[in-house]
């Protein structure tokens, strides 16, 4: 499915951009940069892998990987403060992005042979352990973990694809469906502010 | 044998909770807290499955793990800071519940045809490994690494069941034993606060 | 190879003393200590094993890196302040051993049938996840995320492994060529300050 594949590629450069400005925002040296971007480009696929035993992991099979990454640092390096504020482009990339790493990583697990539950979180863990791990090298709380729905959204998207997968609906179109579903519910999500209770 | 297994579910709801109060402490939202909850519990046996290559890791071969979280993590939100003085019972359950962890990582490693010094680190790992990481994604230094004897209780464990397996004692018999050692060390570690000396 | 495996273990004992020192520094009991000496000495090797399926990891299967890693932290126990100012030597250690953990985790990687540019990332992640590790457990930034040109150093000797390999360089000369640029390019990093542009 190749449509899938290009956003698959884009999403990881997307990733990596987000990684490298975080790393900007610590001020680190330039291979810090190009780290804290991998890491977070490749984290929640590598996660997925080692814990599912796929290994060598995923991104080590194809260097268009590397290539999207490098590309993506480099682009980082030519944001100044005033690009970013354009932050609406890159929000949309980074939920289009999101929602095609929780398909795959649901489809991978699956193949696997792992329970349905056991994918629906793997899904989850391809989308947004690259942002944990990102803030736990960069010394920070996940953000995940704070204030964001971003995990749930996964969560949910996987839900749908399990279900319509269930009701014997062909992989292309669910995959339409699931990804189509990831990003407007996270686009609303954003918009309304919608907000996990807060039982601290 | 049934007992180990009941002990290891209720073992996991346990640490469960102890992750989910770690969260709360820290003011994160309800999938935060459920995550560092889900982490503390599995994290431990996870870096025991993943270093020895046993992948899939074990909780993702029997749902009742992820219910038993869930359920640890639902019970968390009842807890106030009244019951949290309680700590006694909770103490206790905690202490059993590291002693079967111990117990059932170090079995699953000679299994798995690691040498006996291996094992007895891996037994520990499965044991404290969960609190390491909740700690670090909570962003605090682990805290078994500053002021609790809890690890090495584990180490000492493991060489009792190492030791007695090699004298030709049977399976049952050595769980026990070893199992009573554990609770035994760490309640007296507790009791009279057993230290380990202070290079700093 | 008699004297890469006798430097490896070297190295090994030299991280663990490193990690011990970093744990001593943030006032660790004992088994803290222990813990980052651990930690520092094997969590690159650890990382590329698990990243690679090659498991149960290396320093199961031989207990001398135990036994390596136990002198390192006992001997860290006998560092006075006075004695960390004779760093020099120390630094010629740590030198040698990242060049020799370089070269045999590219070597590892490459025989497991990965992409040579995966296996040059393999063999710096050997040299310096450890120290990354130690950091993210002590709760800082990774150093050389920040102000080395450490990790560069390292995938600059794999670049000239791999080369030196594709013209048909016998292995022992090309283990021998690359360690030593390693050292040279680290020594002379280190002596003219050779930084990295910063973007930040």
């Given at each position: 499915m190749?449509?899938?594949y290009?956003i698959?590629i884009?999403?990881?450069?997307?990733?990596?951009?987000s990684?490298a400005?975080?790393?900007?925002?610590?001020?680190?040296?330039?291979?810090?940069?190009?780290?804290?971007?991998f890491?977070?480009?490749?984290?929640?696929?590598?996660?997925?892998?080692?814990?599912?035993?796929s290994?060598?992991?995923?991104w080590?099979?194809?260097?268009?990987?590397?290539?999207?990454?490098?590309?993506?640092?480099?682009?980082?390096m030519?944001?100044?403060?005033?690009?970013?504020?354009?932050?609406?482009?890159?929000?949309m990339?980074d939920?289009?992005?999101?929602?095609?790493?929780t398909?795959?990583?649901?489809q991978?697990?699956?193949?696997?042979g792992?329970?349905?539950?056991?994918?629906?979180?793997?899904?989850?863990?391809?989308a947004?352990?690259?942002?944990?791990?990102?803030?736990?090298v960069c010394?920070e709380i996940?953000?995940?973990?704070?204030q964001e729905i971003?995990?749930?959204?996964?969560?949910?998207g996987?839900?749908?694809y399990?279900s319509?997968?269930?009701f014997?609906?062909?992989?292309?179109?669910?995959?339409?469906?699931t990804?189509?579903f990831i990003?407007?519910f996270?686009?609303?999500?954003?918009k309304y502010?919608w907000?996990?209770p807060?039982?601290?």
């Amino acid at each position: 499915m190749n449509i899938l594949y290009f956003i698959d590629i884009v999403g990881t450069m997307v990733f990596a951009i987000s990684g490298a400005l975080a790393g900007r925002d610590k001020k680190l040296d330039l291979f810090g940069i190009a780290a804290v971007g991998f890491i977070t480009a490749i984290g929640g696929g590598t996660v997925r892998d080692v814990l599912l035993g796929s290994t060598p992991v995923g991104w080590m099979n194809d260097l268009i990987y590397l290539i999207m990454i490098g590309s993506g640092v480099i682009i980082s390096m030519f944001f100044n403060r005033a690009v970013l504020k354009l932050r609406r482009t890159f929000f949309m990339f980074d939920t289009v992005g999101i929602a095609v790493f929780t398909v795959l990583g649901l489809q991978k697990a699956l193949t696997l042979g792992v329970h349905p539950a056991i994918a629906i979180m793997m899904g989850m863990v391809s989308a947004v352990f690259g942002g944990v791990i990102r803030d736990i090298v960069c010394n920070e709380i996940p953000l995940i973990f704070r204030q964001e729905i971003y995990a749930l959204t996964c969560i949910a998207g996987g839900i749908v694809y399990v279900s319509l997968d269930s009701f014997g609906i062909g992989q292309v179109l669910n995959v339409a469906i699931t990804s189509v579903f990831i990003v407007l519910f996270r686009v609303l999500a954003v918009k309304y502010q919608w907000k996990l209770p807060d039982f601290s």
